[in-house]
């Protein structure tokens, strides 16, 4: 398993290691994708969210007794102690606005229009802005979507292949997904 490096302020951790947590700082990731997960009472992995560039993530925003940050991709990202907490006050607002967001689509309607609002909410978070096709550039499996969605992957899978029989979605690689 690789090990993170620690450069001047910034630490760089690498793909499916795991964030170190303590109620003492908080990360904020300064480049990278990671992932937010739980245990749920059957024992199953949930996903939470996914957070990236300017997004604060630690033990002390979450009441979960099992928490996990796991990196999606390459990480770079800054410990920040709670002395330090009061620059990161944008941060934690886009934390708040962010967990809003997630809610309002696991709460819309039809499975299938709030996994196009998720996809969408992924590639606008994560999309390169210089270009002009909206995409989600890191691998996202079916059953990480159906966690977030409380879902069965098996109906992620039928309307994602659904999405991409009407052209709506395009995955030309295992790593992306392109919205049209």
């Known amino acids: ?20 947590l303590s109620s003492k700082y908080l990360w904020l990731i300064l480049e990278g ?8 009472q059957k024992g199953e992995n949930v996903t939470l969210s996914y957070w990236g560039a300017k997004d604060v993530v630690g033990k002390p925003l979450s009441s979960n007794t099992f928490y996990i ?20 006050s944008s941060a934690v607002l886009r934390y708040g606005q962010q967990i809003k967001e997630l ?8 499975v299938a229009k709030r996994l196009l609002l998720l996809l969408d909410w992924l590639a606008n978070k994560f999309s390169d802005q210089l270009n002009p096709n ?6 996202i499996t079916h059953q990480e979507l159906s966690e977030i969605m409380g879902v069965s992957r098996i109906t992620v899978t039928k309307i ?5 029989q009407e052209g709506v979605i395009s995955r030309p690689s295992r790593n992306k997904i392109i919205l049209h």
């Open 1 to 20: 398993m690789p090990v993170s490096t620690i450069k001047e302020n910034w630490q760089l951790f690498h793909a499916n290691e795991q964030l170190p």
């Open 33 to 40: 994708v990671v992932k937010s997960s739980t245990i749920n």
């Open 69 to 88: 940050l796991e990196c999606v991709t390459l990480v770079k990202a800054e410990k920040i102690y709670i002395e330090d907490w009061q620059r990161l």
């Open 103 to 110: 809610t309002h689509i696991i709460r819309t309607g039809k």
């Open 134 to 139: 909206k995409s989600i550039n890191f691998n």
């Open 160 to 164: 994602i292949n659904k999405f991409e």
